[in-house]
């Protein structure tokens, strides 16, 4: 039987073959710590610089400006409880984020406001476009922080990151952008973007997992989550080797075919999106008027449950994941969709479809294929079945 077509790349990507030879070659060769003085530890030292540079120039930032993490969760309670701490020096006190940050940034939020903090949520537009004006208005003096993702993780929908760095940065607040979706999906640099600190991980790049940084703008002096002396006192713990040096890897072969593989991905996506609607007729495509990433389509198809849609998918051979939270308890409705305007059924029907640097035509058209043979069906009034596009 045919391996599933994965369009879930915005959950995780496949580690490359680059990726995994040289993380199973970092295990064998520099595995000592690169702390230590003797030549071993100076190796690894060396080793982990190196990496530092190759990653530093995939993102646009400077070696120095790099602190690796476990991923962008721990990079993002980086940025923001290190904001916090600095704020309180400077009698600022106030976090802005948008309403549809990644759910970990948003529970982090939550439980801070519980605390007494105080925090704002920067609505969106019915496309999933950020409110300027609400956000003009939160932006004042008081602000410890701004925070917000360049791309939305279940509807691709980019953010005015030019725009908000100017609000923030007028008001005398730094900028923080999770750009966890954004690294290999768009050219997207952080010494063009303006902003002053970026969240990254490297599975989003078919990197290992449990790898990331905070990138942190030369001269801001960020406060440390992990006390220690690694990451020049600002990330303590012996440094993940293997990850540093994966997520080096996976930075490096990115970077080779960036240009081409955002092209195809936006070819593809018309494709899918494009036959998606010709076949099946009532879809619903979130941000279809907004700027989005090449590879991100969030799809309701009427409002059939997305556990249900997504399950016949997969029995049809395409696996993915719907836009909504899953939690032990159930499916809650996406908040994302929520904060568009959608109501709970509409927002808990919703589909995503990511594709990735590997996905081929032919993917796409299997995709289609089993979309019309598995949810075809369940629409109604059903529209004839139609073949997928042809190239
Ligand atoms: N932010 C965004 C926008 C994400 O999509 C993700 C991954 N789902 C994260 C943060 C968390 O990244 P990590 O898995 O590296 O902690």
Known sequence: MNEPVYLDHNATTQPGPEVLEEMLDSLRTVWANPSSTHAPGQAARR??????ARVATFLGCQGAELVFTSGATEANHMAVLGALALGRERGRT??????????????????????????DLIPVNAQGQLDLEAARGLIRDDVALVSVMGANNETGVLMPVAELAALAHAAGSPLHVDATQLVGKTTARFDAGGADLWSVSAHKLHGPKGIGALVVRKGLVWPALFSGRQERQRRGGTENMPGILGFAAAAERAGLTLADDLARMRSLQARLEGGLRAALGDVHLYGAQAERLPNTSCLRFGTLDAEQVLGRLERSGVVASSGAACTASGTQPSHVLLAMGETPLQAKASVRLSLGRETRADDIDRAITAAVQAIGPLLEPARPAAEPQAA
């Open 47 to 52: 080793a982990l610089t190196d990496a530092r």
């Open 94 to 119: 106030r976090l802005v984020l948008s309403a549809v940050e990644h759910p970990g940034l948003l529970a982090l939020a939550a439980r801070l406001k519980a605390e007494g903090q105080p925090v």
